[in-house]
């Protein structure tokens, strides 16, 4: 290709000033088809997961209709704005199968890991990010990125294993260091030099993990698997080091955001964490668009959602509690708002993949989101009557724009689907009622082999 | 805060101690059980722990200087059976992790060879900057590696550090980038950032199991620095010093005299009252103005200094934490106490006819056990219950019917009457009979601790019992709290666990029984406990291995209720 690349020529013309425009991948990177990388490589088709606390006002919520053009009933009027991208679950199921309704707990573990636990402290095995990440999130940079716009750094819903989470970006000055900071490959950077330092980190590193092999011998089998964590974790970091010594493949699209220089304020306040939301979200879309992973997970709002409301003294979680039932609407008033707000920020989501061109397409289309809560009706604290959603094409894997009414079937089938499209061969998900072998057919595009 | 004063104190407390018995601490002989009715100690098992964050960073600062302390989030641990140093024995690794460390690792390696500081933290100089020079970088690597990996780096990896240093400087072309690159390994190590405990057979007592002295060393850093252990501590463990008995009481009591005692006292603190959530403490602005994040930070820092003026430096009685009027203020903490002061950290006492009186009406207790809006009598008794007296409260039942707390009648004005809905409620009642009482005595606070005698105009009635011990204010509820023999014993359990890093077990209900009745005695002073603890032949004791499961605090709660402690029963 041209040395000149359409974006070198684009900062030349703006002098080198900031723009943050998506550049669509150039022809010249494409197939014919713009379905495949000039070099023959498939696109990339990604995994991401978004969660908000305390599901939704379901009378304001739920459509009439299912199948495609369905009504957008008040609370779900910012999805109206991303129908065409997303598929609506609802009527969804979180069995318990005689254990007992951890509030706050059991519907998201449930949903990410497909068993309900039987404690408080029972905490998800691997949930399906993990599980993805091992299909698809081997050769990048990150195997997973997760973040949190709660503020609060021991929120996360991605498990590794019971006792290893996946731990969160709070801090988007953070996070953008650890993104586009100084590690930070540009792929359409002129020219490459290999970094003597990583040559010579990747060489000290070899010895740390034989460290690991002489502590193996002394410990018990449960410690064991910790050391094997820690093995696989310097493994991780070999791959990095190995990364920077490799001239990555370009991608027009891909350009380092501006550097972050103020921290949002904290406080679950909606509109501090919708601003966090916002910031993160950006960073993460970048993050994806870059190729530094193809995993990803945002949490909007924690399970037990302690969101507030500007001099309303309860947070969303006291309010379903505590608010009357409106005898007019037949709902709890502020509870909608603060669930609104949360589809709110979900729409933003969306749209923020949406808006980045890859290809003929977005990059939205080579994506999967999957998105899930922890209760049905909160006001009663439901494992009933649940909704999830997806968003994004998975490179043609997924048909998009429906209102799928799930007939009480376990929430495991929106995870189970996502996990077929995601290449990954298992016969079923799940554990007991929550086992399932069934994808949501409707969702399922009839050709899987574009991107295969 | 008198920062000398407090040393002095501690340092003839401990003199005193010494000199008084030696190895006998309130008249209790630790070594020597009379009769030999004492049975053969079972100790713990040995650990794998992961370091903390906070452990990493004292050890960063006692190795390489007070300057190098790097801006780092460690993952979260998550709590086990109360505490976060439980919960490290626990905790699994994650790429995620190792990614925080490398980075971490890159950046005080970078600073400890820059040129600004290589000059005093690289005990010598290298021939030439930019060759390789292996004496110079032997030196550096095995004094470094051993304060990180808390025992001699083996000789043979040793050599093998030092290879890397010579290849790393002849592909960097700089002797001090290529130590820069071998340091970030050892900062990266599983030797530095996990602590693998290994045992030994104890030769005085055939058949039985305890730590070897690097383990020992280690534990007992951990547990009374919150850090490695030092360069003295290491020489009595590669001695074989420390492996007996008067070795290590001398150790011990080197190391309670040390200021690092008070980072360590902090460090347990922190852990047991839960302090690290005012970290992300944040209340609605428009109902609170007068609360900020400095205020929540601040908060943490008041409760610390609190403790630590009265344990160590007036060598005070646990029990009186809960009713001390003395504190310390910030002017964000004033705005909230409503009372005037100066700029900084200023000690402060409540008049005697304040309501405000010890830990349970400082900001921190009352801020954090809030809801961001308003106060909450359920999680500040919740809180009183699991934190200070260790016990259990259940969450709500299974398919609870939340029917009779929903819709709550608007004309109740305050706290007591709308929890009263609860106490109506069969299913609800069991549980808030036990953590409303001691919370609606607190109601006396607002949600950011602000004193009030009236909500929504009604005025508070904030009289109740503890465990029967009847109270009509804060400040009776702090007096019954005092008094609760369960006060001393979560203590007790709490400083044990944190100090091996495991949950209790009923198989240790002799060593804290024994250790309650030593703290009794001695006035229920934590020095004391901290030093009895650590010479106690349980600490170093090591138990057969087994299949490792974390016990339910109710299981441990049953445990100890045979055990001569008097734990609440819920009722439910």
Known sequence: MSKYSRRRILRGMLNGTAVSVALPLLNCFLNANGTALASGKPMPVRFGTWFWGLGATNAIFVPKKVGRDYDIPSQLAPVGRVREHVNLFTNLMAFRDGEPNLCHHSGWVIGRAGVAPKAEGDKPGETLDITIAGQIGRTTRYRTLTATATGDFRNTVSYENANAPSPPEISPINFYSRL???????????????????????????????????????????????????????????????????KPEQIAACHAPPVVKEEPRMGNEESLVAERHRMLTELMVMAVTCDQTRVFNMTYSDAQANTTQAGYEKPHHTTTHEERVDDQMHYQPHCAWFSARAIEAWASFVEAFAKVKEGDGTLLDNVLIYANTDHGEARIHSLDNMVAFTAGRAGGRIKTGLHIDAGRTSVTRVGFTAMRAMGLDVPSWGVRSNNTSQEFAEIVADSRSAHG | MSHSGRKFTVVATVSALVLAGGLVVGGHALFSRPGGRAPPPVGSEKRLRLITQEQYLNTLRYVFGPDVRPEVHFAAVQRVDGLLGVGTSFAGITDAQLEIYQQTAATVAAQVLSPESRGFLVPCKPASDERPDDPCAREFLKTVGRLLYRRPVDAARLTELVQ?????????????????????????????LLVVEHAETDPEHPGRLRLDAYSLASRLSLFLWNAAPDDELLSAAQSGDLLTARGLAREVDRMLASPRFETGVRAFFDDMLALESTRTLAKDSVIYPEFTSQTAQDSREETLRTIVDHLLTRHGDYRDLFTTRRTFVSPALAAIYQIPTGPGWTPYEFPADSP???????????????????SSATKRGKALRELLLCQDVPRPPPDVDFSAVENPDPNLHTARERVGVHLKNPTCAGCHRVTDPPGLALESFDGAGVYR??????????????????????????????????????????????????????????????????????????PELFRAIALSESFAAIAPERV????????????????????IVLAY
């Open chain 2, 548 to 567: 490792r499961h974390r016990q339910s605090p109710s299981t441990v709660q049953a445990a100890l209720s045979s055990g001569g402690t008097q734990p």
């Open chain 2, 453 to 526: 005698t009236a909500e929504n105009g009604s005025p508070l009635d904030t009289s109740g019992n503890l465990d029967g011990k009847p109270f009509k204010d804060p400040v009776g509820l702090g007096l019954a709290l005092h008094d609760n023999p369960s006060l001393g014993s979560c203590l007790v359990r709490r400083a044990y666990d944190y100090a091996v890093g495991a949950p209790t077990a009923s198989r240790d209900r002799p060593v804290l029984r024994d250790l309650n009745k030593e703290f009794a005695a001695d006035g229920y002073r934590l």
């Open chain 2, 164 to 192: 890397e240093a010579d290849q790393a400087t002849v592909g960097l072309k700089s002797f001090y980038a290529g130590l820069e690159v071998v340091l970030e390994g050892l900062l990266l190590s599983p030797d530095t």
């Open chain 1, 180 to 246: 586009f900071g100084p590690d930070f490959q540009d792929p359409n950077a002129p020219g490459f030099t290999p970094n003597p330092r990583a040559i010579a980190r990747r060489s000290v590193l070899s010895g740390v993990m034989g460290e690991i092999k002489t502590l193996e011998r002394t410990v018990g089998a449960e410690d064991r698997q910790r050391l094997d964590e820690y093995f696989s974790g310097l493994r991780h970091l070999e791959q990095q080091f190995d990364q920077q010594l490799t």
């Open chain 2, 356 to 374: 405000r009186s010890g830990l349970l009406t400082q900001v921190s207790f009352l801020a954090l056990h809030s809801h961001p809006g308003r």
